[in-house]
């Protein structure tokens, strides 16, 4: 198993990392939250999991090792694949998905895409015994990736190259639609919409 990789990023998408590994370039699946980390012809060191299936091998990159442990935790329950899982912690730190489950949490599972209400109390039950005590406590280590989508939204852009004007106008632009959105909003599909508006621009 590939544990991590280490190396330049050579190119940024968003949802992938290229990392440059002894000459070859290694594409990374990453969250909107680790990708908004990375910055291009930077050092970086990505916790992996490698997905393997029939037709494909996917690597899954993680900016440390508890949100790797806690993707290939949330696979063991049914119905859950490396897709949903990285969903989950598109939308949750893993102490907050920690603390979702020990309370109880259905909303709060039910606000990731893809997830329902039946499909939340399901996971629940399977989760509970496998994802362990919640390590933070209050807002801190444990709070939603998503909490400040303003300030995420920005560095993913930076991150992708664009210049701080025109990622300050995609905000702007996509800025109804975090607003109209219930609960948290989702920072992968705000930084698609951006992504849109900026290539219509350019």
Sequence with gaps: MIAFV??????????TAVVEVGGIGMAVQCTPNTLSGLRLGQQTKLATSLVVREDSLTLYGFAD???RQTFELLQTASGVGPRLAQAMLAVHSPDALRRAVASGDEKSLTAVPGIGKKGAQKLLLELKDRLGAP???????GAPVTSGWRDQLHAALIGLGYATREADEAIEAVAPQAAAEDGTPQVGKLLKAALQTLNRTR
């Design 6 to 15: 280490s190396g330049p990023v050579a190119a940024l998408a968003p949802d």
């Design 65 to 67: 090792d508890d949100e």
């Design 135 to 141: 390590l933070g406590t209050g807002t801190g280590v």
